[in-house]
């Protein structure tokens, strides 16, 4: 069997931490900014060390091509090397690093598959800089157009398309003109679950569906001491009774059902003013489709009933919705299989986050494989996955990558 070399892998893992690196060890390298670009360069220069045919698509996603005996549509893996601001060196960045290690190994053994293999990396995955998240994917699979993508704009008002122009990211090659045969996304788990149950692989058979919404709400400032209850006009109130209600409400409903206000800032923000705006999002996942718009409902019903007692204004402004996901059968039983024919331990099950992936199910054929997360972590500097085990996720994506090229 073919070999993957984890030590190189966990050496480039280092490597593209180091860019965007923060204290404790975490990452901060947002969408477009100075850092993605650097990560960016570092990443498209071991893709050209590989002899990949590098391609800069139109919203600034990267494919690195290697050529088979046939042309036929590639077999793709990939994912993201954009991080949150408080972000590990994991989320994503395995799944990148791990294709270009599957390369190297085939190079090495001077193996050229039957179909070309690609190694991609997506824009602004996280969405922590530019919302929608998961969007440079959600272009490429035709869910959104290059005008309302390029339009999409941070909190100072730089928009993605300037952004892209400014880093030098701003291709020229149509998102989507390749398509894959299959797409494959190994991934760290970010939950608990393998973790807690000793489990070497996930297998992943879909992914939740998203719901995210940024409510404002403009009410009345006045004096903290000096007003009564009964007359205040308080938005912060509002963004309060949001967070209590969808807590309970997750509660309530069970099963895979979540709900997390993330966002919250306050006007004038000072300890005896009334505030007089807030804004929040309110972040609802579920694998069910129909009880996601449940929670939804109960959630905008909580927030007309509360902003007419309370007397203040609301304005509500989806940023993201996407319905659940659910990967190619077949695919998923290759995972499996491969899995245990290492005799590692797996797992089925959901993810709880958004991928790539669930973008890419739009257009071919496709699967995800996770590692765990020590502790659940993720999105936070202490993020870690033992080294076995990303040797092992890698491994299977070496195999599996094999057996598809020579379909």
Not at 77 to 88: A, K, N, P
Request: hydrophobic share 45%; charged share 25%.
């Amino acid at each position: 069997m073919l070999r993957l070399d984890d030590r190189r892998l966990l050496s480039a893992l280092d490597e593209l931490a180091g860019i965007g690196a923060i204290e404790g060890g975490g990452c901060a390298r947002l969408a477009l900014t100075d850092d993605d670009r650097l990560g960016r360069d570092l990443v498209v220069g071991w893709m050209k060390e590989l002899g990949l045919d590098v391609r800069v698509d139109a919203i600034g996603n990267v494919i690195g091509l290697r050529a088979g005996r046939e042309n036929l549509p590639p077999v793709m893996t990939g994912s993201h090397i954009d991080t949150v601001r408080t972000g590990g060196r994991y989320d994503g960045n395995y799944g990148v690093l791990a294709g270009l290690e599957v390369v190297r190994a085939l190079n090495e053994a001077k193996i050229t598959t039957r179909r070309p293999v690609a190694i991609a990396f997506f824009t602004n995955e996280e969405g922590a800089r530019f919302q929608p998240d998961m969007l440079g994917s959600l272009v490429y699979a035709g869910g959104l157009g290059l005008n309302e993508a390029y339009a999409a704009a941070d909190k100072d008002g730089r928009s993605v398309g300037d952004e892209l122009r400014r880093i030098g990211y701003l291709g020229t090659t149509k998102p989507g003109a390749l398509k894959p045969h299959a797409f494959l996304e190994l991934h760290i788990e970010q939950g608990p679950i393998l973790d807690e149950e000793k489990v070497r692989i996930g297998v992943v058979e879909s992914v939740q569906g998203i719901s995210w919404i940024e409510y404002t709400v403009t009410g009345v400032s006045n004096h903290a001491g000096t007003t009564p209850m009964r007359l205040r006009r308080d938005a912060g109130y509002l963004a309060a009774s949001v967070n209590v209600f969808a807590r309970k409400l997750a509660q309530e409903m069970g099963g895979n059902q979540v709900a997390t206000v993330g966002a919250l800032t306050l006007r004038p923000n000072l300890i005896n003013v009334v505030p007089n705006r807030a804004v929040f999002t309110v972040d609802l996942r579920n694998t069910d489709e129909a009880k996601l718009k449940e929670a939804e409902a109960c959630v905008a019903a909580h927030v007309a009933e509360v902003a007419k007692a309370e007397r203040v204004e609301v304005e509500a402004k989806v940023l993201a919705r996407f319905e659940p996901v659910v990967f190619d059968a077949g695919l998923v039983d290759r995972v499996e299989r491969h899995a245990k024919a290492l005799s590692l331990s797996t797992r089925r099950m959901p993810s709880g986050a958004g991928h790539d992936a669930q973008m890419m199910q739009r257009i071919c054929p496709t699967a995800m494989i996770f590692v765990p997360s020590v502790a659940g972590l993720s999105h936070n500097i202490k993020e870690h996955t033992e080294a076995a085990d990303l040797a092992a996720g890698a491994q299977i994506l070496l195999n599996l990558m094999l057996d598809l090229a020579e379909e």
